[in-house]
C-alpha cells in the first residue's frame, strides 16, 4: 500500500470540512462519512456520488485498495473494474437519461489513489462547452453557485442508481 503524508483540506457537498491525506481511503475506514449513501460497491470497487461537487449523477469509481494508476491492476480487479465502469454508465444512462458523459482518470491528483469520475453533461450546462477543458470550470460553478443542484436533487439520483443495482 502507498503512502501519502500531504494533507489535503475538503469541503464536501453537504459543507462539511475535512483534513485527510487521502479522501477515499478515509471513505473506506470509516473515518470520513458519505455525505451522499454509496451508490454500489463490487470486491474490488465502490461507486459513488462525488464527494466534493454537487452535480446529480457525477460518479466516482474508486479502487478499495489505495493504489495510484491503472497499471497496477490486477488482472481480477481489470475485469471487474470494466464490467463495473460499464454497468454504472448503464445505470447513468437508463435510470437517470443522461445520454453523454466525460470518463477521465488521472494519475496526478492530489491523493494518487486510483479513481474515475463519470462526468454527466447536464441540461444546465452549456452545449457550446462540452469539451474535458470546460470540466473543472463547470464543477467550480456548480459548488459557488449550487444554484440549479440541491441536495435533495443529488440524494434522488443516488437513491435511483442505488435501486438499480439492487436488481
Known amino acids: 500500500m502507498l ?12 459543507g462539511i470540512k475535512h483534513e485527510v491525506s487521502c479522501i477515499a481511503c478515509a ?46 491492476l490486477t488482472n481480477e480487479e481489470q475485469k471487474d473494474f470494466i464490467a463495473f465502469l460499464s454497468k454504472c454508465r448503464m445505470a447513468i444512462k437508463e435510470k437517470l437519461g443522461i445520454d453523454e458523459i466525460t470518463i477521465v482518470q488521472e494519475e496526478t491528483s492530489s491523493s494518487s489513489h486510483f479513481h474515475v469520475w463519470l462526468f454527466p453533461w447536464l441540461s444546465w450546462m452549456d452545449a457550446k462547452r462540452k ?25 434522488q439520483a443516488a437513491a435511483i442508481l442505488q435501486e438499480y443495482f439492487k436488481k
Not at 470509516?30 to 470497487?45: D, H, K, M, W
Not at 478499495?64 to 491503472?70: F, G, M, N, P, T
Not at 469539451?131 to 440524494?155: C, L, P, V, W, Y
Open 3 to 14: 503512502e501519502y503524508k500531504k494533507m489535503v483540506k475538503i469541503t464536501d457537498i453537504s
Open 27 to 72: 471513505i473506506q475506514s470509516g473515518t470520513v462519512a458519505l455525505p451522499v449513501e454509496r451508490i454500489a460497491e463490487t470486491e474490488y470497487f465502490v461507486a459513488e456520488q462525488d464527494f466534493e461537487y454537487p452535480i446529480e449523477g457525477f460518479l466516482i469509481i474508486a479502487s478499495k485498495r489505495h493504489i495510484k494508476s491503472v497499471m497496477e
Open 131 to 155: 469539451k474535458i477543458s470546460s470540466i473543472m470550470e463547470i464543477m467550480d460553478m456548480a459548488k459557488t453557485q449550487n444554484s440549479t443542484q440541491g441536495m435533495d436533487r443529488i440524494k
